[in-house]
């Protein structure tokens, strides 16, 4: 096994914290040569939700699958492979354990370099791999805003790539708010992208409804308040029963444009509070384009820059662990096989790592 990681090395990517099982390869952590992506939203929509037991079983069913055609369409043999990096938390533990086993097995066959990424140090990552057009790549020290189905946080994003928390969710994270909203409104699953769909036809002034902590010093955010508020309007209303499409839509966009306003209220409040001049903005909830939109609107009025992974970088994908396990493996980090899934570890946390501190703390 190298020592070194060649310039330009060729980095296997492979993600399955959750419902999505992908795989990519990379070159010099940024040059994308393929990404493939298979997800559930089939295997779960019957029960409204991801089922743990269920995204394990799929994923041992196509990680093979997957990760043959993240090759395929890189135009690779896994003999040309420089190095591979995995998810090893945070996630659903059945989930995770599937990536990671498949892993360092081809880590161990081919006598390849091998770590373990931080699910969302991966989506911070995420940003900086493609610049976007007109500006200059997307390099630390810069201010991250994570929101996704299961995390909502700020964090400053140090010279290193060392993400430090500013400010996270007290109770649900805003993606988990859209779906469980969704669901109220009778929406399809997954429904985040259902009440976006939904929303497009509403009048985001039609419903008052409340701006989560805007009154409240800091940089924590809650959206739990706010699901309770659309649950009361409905109840006011007699009922999702005897609401009409437009009442749906209006609640919808009024719901949108609250959690919007929320996440754009406390990015520009650490962007102030840091003097930063990019936001990179990440995660599922990041594709959302009322978020874009008033982010960008902040962004010019507060003379910041936002940046957006494209939409496809959004969501879960093994790019994103590809890029954060490249630049992982040229500071010369390695994990040993016997690297173990976890469920939950804090963004500047690698248990996993417990014997090289000074390179968990610099690289996690």
């Known amino acids: ?174 993606g988990e708010a859209f779906d469980k909203v969704a669901k109220l409104l009778g929406l399809s699953y997954p429904g985040g992208p259902a009440l976006s769909k939904c929303a497009e036809q509403g009048d985001p002034d039609g419903v008052d409804l409340p701006r989560p902590m805007s009154r409240r010093p800091g940089l924590d955010f809650s959206y739990s308040g706010l699901k309770t508020a659309v649950s009361v309007e409905l109840a006011r209303r007699g009922g999702l029963e005897a609401i009409d499409d437009r009442a749906r839509a209006d609640i919808a966009a009024s719901f949108e444009a609250a959690v919007a306003e929320s996440l754009v209220a406390r990015a520009v409040r650490a962007m102030r509070g840091e003097s930063a001049e990019r936001i990179a903005v990440v995660g599922g909830v990041a594709a959302n384009q009322r978020l874009r939109r008033v982010m960008h609107a902040a962004g010019e009025r507060e003379g910041f820059e936002a940046v957006f992974p494209p939409m496809d970088l959004c969501t879960d994908n093994a790019v994103m662990i590809a890029a954060a396990g490249t630049r992982l493996l040229e500071r010369g980090v390695r994990d040993a096989l016997s690297l173990e899934a976890f469920s939950r570890v804090p963004i500047g946390e690698t248990p996993w790592r417990t014997g090289d501190p000074a390179a968990a703390r610099a690289t996690s």
Do not use: N, W
């Not at 997800?39 to 019957?46: E, I, R, S, T, Y």
């Open 1 to 174: 096994m190298s020592a070194e990681l060649p310039e330009a090395a060729l980095v296997l990517g492979i993600e399955s914290s959750c419902d999505e099982m992908a795989a990519a390869v990379l070159r010099g952590g940024r040059e994308i040569l393929s990404s493939s992506v298979h997800g559930q939203a089939d295997v779960h929509a019957p029960y409204g939700g991801v089922v743990p037991e269920l995204a394990s079983r799929d994923h041992v069913r196509v990680v093979s699958e997957v990760t043959a055609a993240a090759l395929s369409q890189a135009g690779i043999e896994l003999s040309s492979l420089d190095g591979i990096a995995v998810t090893a938390g945070p996630g659903l533990v059945g989930s995770l354990l599937v990536g990671l086993s498949f892993a360092k097995a081809l880590a161990f066959s081919q006598g390849l370099p091998f770590v373990g990424v931080h699910h969302l140090a991966g989506h911070l990552v995420a940003a900086e791999v493609a610049a976007q057009e007109g500006s200059e790549p997307l390099v630390p020290p810069y201010v991250g805003l994570v929101v996704s189905g299961g995390h909502t946080a700020l964090y400053r994003v140090g010279a290193v790539g060392q993400p430090d928390l500013l400010g996270e969710t007290r109770d649900d994270a805003a």
